[in-house]
């Protein structure tokens, strides 16, 4: 349709403007601070005027002279333009506020005409209709680049600036030829008429093969991106965030714009060449993202990392026409358009946080940051949000991105986009992982020493909020979008509580308390406390949220959020051990979420509702059962997928164990419960989760007691119990009745919550008080010990008691929950001797008359949950009789704990030669690594010289002429 009335000048105000504006300041007209005053505002009120007409899905456009195409030049404006223009306004607003708190850049008279330039060309770019004018303004977006780039002190003999021009020169070289060759065969340059009259041929296909070539250079795609690495990260912060947020990303969109339109008329393999090159963009751009050690080289690689995205796009069957509620629409390309955006926002709050923290430290070197969010929280919490956004986070906007190009790409059956989709979230992590172990280190001398320089505090202070606002924004893009788009399926996000969630809730009401109230008592004696606190009232209400989730989603946005929140509990100290063990957190935590995700994914292909309620009505797909019980079972800490626990416990402070051994990995447990009876499939795991359980069962017991390190005893004790937990799962999927397995599971998951936050809180007491308070303490975990080994007259004997009957109503195999039961009595003997023998710490904890009562009181839960259920619904019939046999296990225990005092002359050995085996293993793993990334590092600087580029620019110029000659 051709604009009218008062949008008909919203088009042209979008690029005169700020070409006026370069003029101003070029003659000197107008001062910085009057240039942004004037036109920021006026931007931002041009694209809201163009809303309403886009909104719809329609578009508008406008004839320069009103001479139409193919005689004249036509913009045209719909709405994912019209959403790429104020992405890029909103991104050039904040960072033209960053150039004016610089005095150095706000008084650059050189600088701003340069700016303008470059925002009046990114305008048009977006706005532009036919090839030509595409290559006048990819000209005016590169030439203002270059020229904004050698503007930066950083890049003092231009090296980064003309590495940028040689390469742009390049690409607009081959986009101009590819040009020529179209309108040779067609005499048309217009987007909209080249999609009627283009026709596939050897001719139209080495055209397309010219314009990508050229356009993925200008994007820095790899392999074709040796340019953009020291053009970002040696350009100010503002300018970077420009050229990474926006430049790259408008630069992708034109690419969508010509495969996508007339270029989709040949019928020929190279947009299957280009998904390859965004797979190895992916790989590659995360994998020296995470070897870089400069804060803003890192953020630069991210970039090259997050292009891969844009190019699986072109894999899948779509067409950039914006729907309507009355014409719903595939997902995938709202899915890339959403990533382009949120990485934009992200990518732009990222940079724009590096700035204040190189004006704070004069520098951004990785190695001499550390312990730096501290000190910047500001600025660190940016980064974070940032970094989250991009990860894919629920309910970010980086994470609907992600979800709708995932849905597209299985609704199409590509499941090897959907794979690559799912993985490009680990070489995403790689990266913000290497950053923010950095950041979270306690570093309290550097802080000191970056407080005696106040001069820089307010840029730094006011930096921060704009990349804070940036950030704010990637997170609110994604719900926003949900919300206001029609896509063919149903977010529901909505709470609700159940008998079976009740059995979750009420430990967590009971321990979620004074687990915060002992750390804030504690401040004073754990490193970094207040942060500490900050991220367990986090996970506090986080964990609320999922245990009351009535639908899918809002179940895994929670336990998304907590496994982040864990991994920064786990390193929460900084010590080489708690980094390592944080990072083993990580890594089987993030294949937990990649593997939820899939299967989330599947399920709503299937259903299209994801409220548990209505996925009773649908028959689930196996795949998708498998990818959620794999996930889950890392998240419950499930053997064989159990590496995490006995990791991250040891290093953890107390207050984050008892957490996160007695609430969060209940989760995997109560998702399994939410989703595994709702399919026939399930009925056939049964057995084998049973057999599988009790073996754990036995198995993590027997290697806890070989431990001589509490945390890690109580660490296998958690496996061992989440193996009992599994063999009632299955008990429950198979059984013709499964009510009284039912029972014991939710009777075994309450008693080991209670029982396992109490002793992870009183082993972080023991050997930090003294004298009397050590033996109450001692005293106190007894009787949680005691209740988990089933020791009459604790309510264990009567877990234990229903467990049994539940095997022997399913012929299971009894004697297994025997020796389970013997080998947790000798698990928790040797917990109690090691608290009783270790030293005394050199800390030393306050416990105040109120937190002791609440502790004690939890302690004494354990022992008293069972009884209260069998007063208010009995489990066995005969309780005496129960607890006269329930005390041969605990005999045998003693018995058997005897002779190992007898036989501990040859114990020590054994556990010498083991941690010696363990040491030289992982000094071998630390060789290998470093060789790797040495290895890593090494090829991508023979990338560097201009005939490795030349080589590159051959391979994929070879690649796409090879595609040319194959069909599609």
């Not at 404006?77 to 019209?82: G, I, N, V």
């Not at 309910?395 to 709708?404: A, D, L, N, R, Y």
């Not at 788009?485 to 008998?499: G, K, Q, W, Y």
Request: net charge positive; hydrophobic share 55%.
């Amino acid at each position: 349709m051709t604009a009218s009335g008062l949008a008909a000048w919203t088009l042209p105000a979008m690029i005169f403007l700020p070409l006026g504006l370069s003029i101003a300041a070029f003659l000197g007209a107008l001062s910085p601070g009057r240039q942004v005053a004037l036109g920021l505002p006026v931007m931002l009120m041009s694209l809201a005027l163009s809303l309403p007409a886009t909104l719809g899905g329609e578009s508008i456009g406008i004839a320069l002279g009103n001479w139409p195409p193919p005689l004249g030049i036509a913009w045209h404006l719909d709405f994912p333009a019209l959403t790429m223009l104020i992405m890029t306004a909103v991104v050039a607003g904040a960072a033209s506020l960053a150039l004016l708190l610089d005095p150095s850049t706000s008084a650059d008279r050189h600088l701003w005409p340069l700016w303008w330039m470059m925002w009046a060309g990114l305008n048009a770019l977006l706005l532009s209709q036919d090839l030509f004018n595409l290559y006048v303004t990819l000209e005016l977006v590169t030439l203002a680049g270059v020229g904004l780039v050698a503007r930066s002190p950083h890049d003092r003999f231009g090296e980064a600036a003309l590495r940028y021009l040689m390469a742009s020169l390049l690409a607009s070289l081959l986009y101009l030829l590819g040009t020529a060759l179209i309108y040779g065969q067609t005499g048309r340059l217009d987007l909209g008429l080249l999609v009627d009259s283009l026709e596939d041929g050897a001719t139209m296909r080495l055209a397309a093969a010219l314009l990508t070539l050229g356009l993925l250079i200008k994007a820095a795609v790899v392999p074709l991106h040796t340019w953009l690495p020291a053009a970002h990260s040696k350009a100010q912060a503002p300018v970077s965030a420009m050229l990474s947020a926006v430049v790259v990303g408008v630069t992708l969109f034109v690419l969508w714009r010509l495969w996508l339109a007339p270029l989709a008329n040949l019928n020929s393999a190279q947009l299957d060449w280009l998904v390859v090159i965004g797979m190895v963009a992916l790989g590659w751009g995360g994998v020296q993202a995470a070897l870089q050690t400069r804060l803003k080289l890192l953020i630069a690689w991210s970039t090259l990392c997050h292009s891969g995205y844009a190019l699986l796009l072109l894999g899948l069957d779509v067409d950039m026409n914006w729907f309507t509620p009355d014409e719903p629409h595939a997902p995938a390309f709202p899915g890339g358009l959403q990533l382009l955006l949120a990485h934009g926002l992200a990518k732009g709050a990222l940079f724009l946080a590096a700035g204040a923290i190189v004006v704070a430290h004069d520098h951004d070197r990785l190695s001499r940051l550390a312990g730096d969010a501290g000190r910047l929280p500001l600025a660190w919490l940016a980064m974070a949000l940032a970094g989250l956004s991009l990860l894919g986070i629920p309910p970010t906007g980086g994470f609907f991105g992600k979800w709708w190009l995932l849905q597209g790409a299985l609704a199409q059956d590509h499941y090897l986009i959907a794979t690559v989709v799912l993985l490009g979230t680990f070489f995403t992590a790689a990266c913000l992982w290497r950053l923010f172990d950095l950041g979270l280190r306690p570093e309290p001398r550097r802080a000191a020493v970056i407080a005696s320089r106040p001069t820089h505090g307010d840029i730094t202070r006011r930096l921060s909020w704009l990349a804070l606002g940036l950030a704010a924004l990637a997170w609110g893009l994604g719900p926003f979008m949900a919300l206001s788009t029609p896509l063919p399926m149903e977010f529901t996000i909505s709470l609700a509580l159940d008998a079976t969630g009740l059995a979750f809730l009420l430990p967590a009401l009971c321990i979620w308390p004074l687990v915060l109230w002992a750390t804030y008592s504690w401040r004073d004696t754990f490193p970094a406390a207040n942060r500490l606190l900050a991220m367990l009232a986090s996970a506090a209400a986080i964990h609320l949220i999922a245990l009351l989730a009535a639908d899918l989603l809002t179940f895994y946005t929670g336990a998304a959020l907590l496994s982040l929140l864990g991994w920064a509990m786990v390193q929460h100290d900084g010590h080489q051990s708690s980094r390592l063990a944080g990072l083993g957190y990580l890594v089987m935590l993030l294949l937990a979420e990649v593997a939820m995700l899939a299967g989330l994914a599947l399920i709503a292909n299937a259903s299209g509702d994801l409220r548990f309620a209505s996925l009773t009505h649908h028959e689930l797909p196996p795949l998708a059962l498998g990818c959620m019980a794999f996930g889950l079972a890392i998240k419950a800490g499930v053997i064989g997928v159990h590496a995490w626990l006995p990791l991250a416990h040891p290093v953890a402070p107390p207050m984050a164990s008892a957490v996160l051994s007695g609430l969060m990995i209940k989760l995997g447990l109560l998702g399994a419960l939410r989703l595994l009876p709702l399919s026939d499939v399930t009925v056939a795991w049964g057995p084998v989760m049973v057999m599988v359980g009790l073996v754990a069962a036995v198995y993590a017991a027997l290697r806890g007691i070989v431990h001589d390190h509490a945390k890690v005893v109580l660490a296998w004790s958690s496996v061992s119990q989440m193996g009992l937990l599994t063999a009632l799962l299955g008990l429950v999927l198979y059984s013709s009745s499964p009510a009284t397995a039912m029972t014991a599971l939710l009777l075994l998951a309450t008693t080991h919550s209670l029982a396992k936050a109490s002793l992870f809180l009183g082993a972080g007491m023991a050997n930090r008080v003294h004298g009397r308070e050590h033996r109450w303490v001692l005293l106190g975990m007894l009787l949680p010990a005691l209740a988990l080994a089933g020791v009459p007259p604790t309510g264990g004997v009567l877990v234990k008691s229903t467990m049994e009957s539940a095997l022997t109503e399913a012929d299971g195999a009894g004697w297994l929950l025997s020796l389970s039961g013997i080998a947790t009595g000798l698990l928790m003997l040797r917990l109690l001797w090691l608290l009783w023998r270790s030293p005394p710490s050199r800390q030393t904890l306050h416990l105040p008359g109120g937190l002791w009562l609440g502790w004690a009181t939890l302690a004494a839960l354990p022992v008293l949950v069972a009884w209260g259920w069998q007063w208010y619904a009995p489990l066995v019939a005969a309780p005496f009789a129960t607890l006269r046999s329930g005390l041969l296990e605990p005999s045998l225990a003693l018995g058997l704990a005897a002779m190992a005092v007898l036989l501990k002359p040859r114990l020590p050995q054994l556990g010498r030669a083991r941690l010696a085996w363990r040491q030289a293993l992982e000094q071998r793993g630390e060789r290998g690594f470093r060789r790797l990334a040495w290895m890593l590092k090494r090829s991508e600087n023979r990338l560097q010289p201009w005939p490795a580029f030349g080589i590159a620019l051959g391979f994929v110029s070879l690649g796409m002429g090879v595609a040319a000659l194959l069909p599609g």
